[in-house]
């Protein structure tokens, strides 16, 4: 799987949008992006993850590069209970052995600020 | 529907004593994944079930960690003799399995060696 580069922390205003953004520029064709966060004391979170075309769900919004080489995670009214360590993940997702399996990095430290 | 079921939440032992986590799937789930985090860090696949057979071994130290998922359902993960490093959050996953399924996590369990 690529390798992808995320920021060491950030921080957001409450109620302000929260723009994470990745860097994954030897991704393959055929590798998504995912995005998983993870609360303090809890198990990572899946959250979204898309191809080539942007995509949204009821948690957050996905922006990728035309290149592909870079995305970000959009939150798009950030609260308190969105702080936690948010994770950029590329990987292939077929049906062959291994395809499911995940390597997490270090991720985002984001703090949602009063 | 209820999510994946981890216990004991924390443990704590002394050295060179013998450690069982158990995990208990989302019902449906053929796929199991025990990972491996360390403080500061993202969570690192230990082992992966393709219902009760281990399809991913690669990175479970063997020398002292064992694993099993007998009926394909729940799995325990066991580690004898523990030692000081292996102090970290244990988390279980699962997944529907295959292409583009999602992981869902546990909350883990937090062990700590004396």
């Known amino acids: 799987d690529a390798k992808t580069t995320q920021p060491t922390s950030m921080d957001c205003a409450e109620g302000r949008a929260a723009n994470l953004p990745c860097n994954h520029s030897?991704?393959?064709?055929?590798?998504?992006v995912y995005w998983y966060r993870q609360i303090h004391s809890q198990g990572p979170q899946y959250i979204i993850h898309g191809l080539k075309n942007n995509e949204t769900n009821e948690m957050a919004s996905l922006i990728i590069t035309e290149d592909r080489k870079s995305s970000t995670l959009i939150l798009p009214h950030a609260t308190l209970r969105d702080t936690a360590v948010y994770y950029c993940i590329v990987r292939v997702a077929n049906l062959q052995a291994g395809a499911n399996n995940l390597f997490f990095g270090t991720g985002t430290r984001l703090t949602v600020i009063p | 529907e209820a999510g994946v079921v981890q216990s004991p939440r924390y443990k704590i032992i002394e050295k060179k004593q013998p450690v069982a986590f158990w995990c208990n799937p989302i019902s449906g789930h053929n796929t199991l994944y025990w990972y491996l985090q360390n403080l500061g860090q993202g969570p690192e696949l230990l082992i992966r079930?393709?219902?009760?057979?281990?399809?991913?071994d690669s990175q479970l130290p063997k020398d002292r960690f064992s694993a099993e998922r007998l009926k394909g359902v729940d799995s325990t993960l066991k580690i004898q003799p523990a030692e000081l490093g292996d102090s970290a959050v244990y988390l279980c996953?699962?997944?529907?399995?295959?292409?583009?399924?999602?992981?869902?996590f546990g909350p883990g369990t937090r062990l700590t060696v004396l």
């Open positions: 079930y393709e219902n009760e057979e281990a399809v991913d």
């Open positions: 030897t991704i393959s064709g055929n590798e998504y």
């Open positions: 996953a699962s997944s529907l399995g295959g292409a583009g399924y999602e992981q869902f």
